[in-house]
């Protein structure tokens, strides 16, 4: 087991961590809404989505980023969904009335099916997780050789650095839940559907030739 390749991993997944796009927004506004539960589902449905790209990025690379380019058209189909959503987080931005006579657990919660499946959509909509990905297995993978064992050992520990990353999240802003009134509640919901439309209008202009790829590649320190 390779040490460099260890760090390396963590290094990318504490990076891509950070990145602030859509998911990161509906992870936050999930946990606040609805609770740890349904946000970590979410977050599985994401991690899905960041399998398969990671999967058809690293087995066709280049000519994934061919059909990209010449099929430019996805990436506005990618952004009409991120509006759309966005535009659904602001409309159903009311908090229901709470009634107390009514037993918590008899509520119906959405199942775990429907929020896998959010997740995996909302982060597959986005052309720039593949594009990343792309950019991942050509230049930080196949650019500095890792090769084997190391190559799956690499992406676990990404996926894995991500996916703790996105726990810690998740219960921190379940927990300012607790500090919340409903009409603190609202307003987190418009500026994330805002934040969202914002994303999706800033697809459109993004040109996928353009993603910058310095950072990607500073990664591992080299």
């Avoid at 946000?39 to 087995?59: H, P, S, T």
């Avoid at 009311?94 to 775990?112: E, F, G, T, Y």
Wanted: hydrophobic content about 55%.
């Amino acid at each position: 087991m390779d040490f460099q390749t260890i760090k390396s991993g963590i290094l990318l997944g504490l990076f891509l961590s950070v990145l602030i796009g859509p998911v990161f927004f509906v992870l936050i506004e999930t946990s606040i809404r609805r609770g740890m539960r349904d946000a970590i589902f979410v977050d599985v449905g994401v991690l899905l989505a960041d399998v398969l790209y990671l999967f058809l990025a690293y087995f066709s690379a280049e000519r994934i980023m061919v059909w990209l380019e010449k099929y430019e058209f996805l990436k506005f189909v990618g952004a009409g969904v991120i509006i759309v959503y966005g535009l659904y987080t602001i409309i159903s931005k009311k908090s229901p009335q709470v009634n107390q006579n009514i037993d918590l657990k008899q509520l119906k919660r959405p199942n775990a099916f429907g929020l896998i499946s959010k997740g995996i959509a909302l982060n597959a909509m986005n052309p720039a997780v593949l594009a990343y990905w792309l950019f991942v297995c050509t230049y930080q993978v196949k650019g500095h050789n890792i090769q084997g064992v190391n190559v799956v050992i690499f992406f676990v520990i990404c996926l894995g650095t991500m996916f703790l990353i996105d726990l810690l999240k998740i219960y921190f802003a379940s927990k300012l839940k607790k500090k919340l009134t409903p009409k603190n509640i609202a307003t987190v919901s418009v500026v994330v559907g805002a934040i969202l439309i914002f994303i999706g209008i800033g697809l459109c202009f993004q040109d996928i030739q353009d993603i910058e790829i310095t950072d990607v590649e500073m990664i591992d320190g080299n």
